[in-house]
């Protein structure tokens, strides 16, 4: 039985006003939307659990704007959540995992103005939409509502919205789904992350009679790639002004985040900066910003490409002395040309100018040029392969790559 304070703060945490400037992915542009939960890479390359906790991607240098969790795979009246190895405890009597050491976590994202959003369905398929209240169960679950028996695995952490990736099962329901949630929760974001080839099988009917805020099209394991002749940007722009029911969809360029984050489609932070920036002359009316399959792989090695695609793409945060995203750090940034830690640790950045880490561990920077990490651990960081990694974390990530045949076998069935 679910403990009936929970009602109470809720009601508590959500009278209080907005502290921070946040990015809202109904407006904001530049977004950088990363799944996280599925500790993807490890399992595709068969090695550690190397996703790091959901507040560490909150903290990093160019954090993301939008942190998606998945996956919510089973959407009955007894609903399941699965985060792989993040959250393994489940509630006395009920499949559903208690998750509620990540309630904080999550609070903290959001104060940090990054949005937290839960992503329903997957790769996996077992899973379909038959309940015309389910946005009543998503909405007491994981959302504003306050019915005390219900088990929210995220405790009295309200989520900012949630996604849809249904990539099986029936289309059946969705676009019902989403305009039911909207109608009883007007402040939830609403996403979808449908496949490129247009119109999506599963996810086409949602789009055109549903209700969406932004939509990440999955630009990858199909002909509609960047980096193939069938790029179809222009076809979902054409869906977003002319079919979506919102007129001020955004919509985002889905990427993988490393080469074996998908069977096809990578891409590499530059050819990614490119037709971001590409697609943006063309579309700067739709174009909302990048998402990334997924967290594990996009801050951990590979460019690494979540930070260069956020600097270099994203609006060139170092020059938005206003930009506010980053550990809620607020300075005239240009006076800090350097400065990419946390808020607490203001100073002579200019004089340290590998400086990245955590307040407390100043020190002879330039004798230590690899240090992006904690104080305590110091010592061979740069992995050859993974030069962002930490290397307690490390493990066996550096197993030889695998073929992407071999990758899909492999790959648990929760792939995006
Ligand atoms: C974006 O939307 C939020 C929430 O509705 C609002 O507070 C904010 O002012 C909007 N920003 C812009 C630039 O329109
Ligand atoms: C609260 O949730 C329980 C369990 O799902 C349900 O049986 C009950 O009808 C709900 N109460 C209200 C007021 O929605
Ligand atoms: C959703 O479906 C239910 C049951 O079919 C229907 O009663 C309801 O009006 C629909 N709601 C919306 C917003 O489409
Ligand atoms: C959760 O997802 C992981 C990774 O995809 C998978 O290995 C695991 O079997 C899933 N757990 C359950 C209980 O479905």
Redesign the pocket.
């Known amino acids: 039985m679910y403990s009936k304070n929970i009602g109470m703060a809720l009601v508590v945490a959500l009278s209080l006003p907005c502290e921070t400037t946040s990015f809202d992915l109904r407006n904001g542009t530049d977004g950088l939307a990363v799944y996280w939960g599925?500790?993807?890479l490890a399992?595709q390359t068969n090695g550690a659990q190397n996703e790091l906790g959901l507040s560490q991607y909150c903290t990093m240098p160019t954090p993301p704007t939008t942190i998606l969790l998945s996956?919510h795979?089973i959407f009955t009246q007894d609903p399941?959540i699965?985060?792989?190895?993040h959250c393994q405890k489940t509630f006395r009597s009920s499949?559903m995992l208690d998750c509620t050491q990540l309630a904080a976590q999550i609070k903290g994202c959001q104060q940090k103005g990054i949005q937290i959003l839960l992503s329903m369905g997957?790769a996996?398929g077992a899973y379909s939409m038959e309940n015309p209240d389910y946005a009543q169960t998503v909405f007491n679950t994981y959302l504003g509502g306050t019915n005390s028996s219900v088990q929210r695995p995220f405790g009295t952490a309200v989520l900012d919205g949630v996604d849809l990736d249904i990539e099986g099962g029936s289309p059946a329901g969705y676009a019902n789904f989403t305009n039911m949630l909207h109608e009883i929760s007007p402040d939830s974001v609403i996403t979808s992350a449908p496949q490129c080839p247009y119109p999506d099988a599963m996810l086409g009917d949602a789009l055109n009679n549903g209700w969406f805020d932004a939509v990440f099209v999955q630009f990858y394991n199909n002909a509609c790639s960047p980096d193939k002749s069938g790029f179809n940007f222009n076809q979902w722009a054409d869906w977003a002004k002319t079919k979506s029911k919102n007129p001020n969809v955004k919509l985002y360029i889905g990427s993988p985040a490393c080469e074996e984050c998908a069977s096809s489609g990578y891409l590499g932070a530059q050819t990614l900066e490119q037709t971001y920036q590409k697609t943006k002359t063309q579309y700067s009316d739709v174009l909302g910003g990048i998402m990334l399959w997924d967290a594990g792989a996009a801050y951990n090695g590979n460019g690494p490409i979540a930070e260069a695609v956020a600097q270099k793409a994203l609006g060139k945060r170092d020059e938005q002395p206003d930009y506010r995203g980053a550990a809620g750090a607020v300075g005239k940034r240009d006076e800090q040309p350097d400065y990419r830690g946390a808020a607490g640790a203001m100073g002579k950045r200019g004089e340290q100018p590998d400086y990245r880490g955590a307040a407390g561990a100043v020190g002879k920077r330039d004798e230590q040029p690899d240090y992006r990490g904690a104080a305590a651990t110091l010592g061979k960081r740069r992995h050859p392969k993974h030069p962002n990694y930490p290397a307690d974390d490390l493990h066996e990530v550096d197993n030889a790559p695998v073929s992407a045949r071999e990758i899909t076998r492999r790959?648990?069935?929760?792939?995006l």
């Not at 699965?82 to 190895?85: D, G, Q, V």
């Not at 790959?411 to 792939?415: A, D, I, S, V, Y």
């Open positions: 599925q500790n993807s399992i996956f795979n399941q699965n985060l792989s190895n499949q997957g996996s790959n648990g069935k929760l792939r």
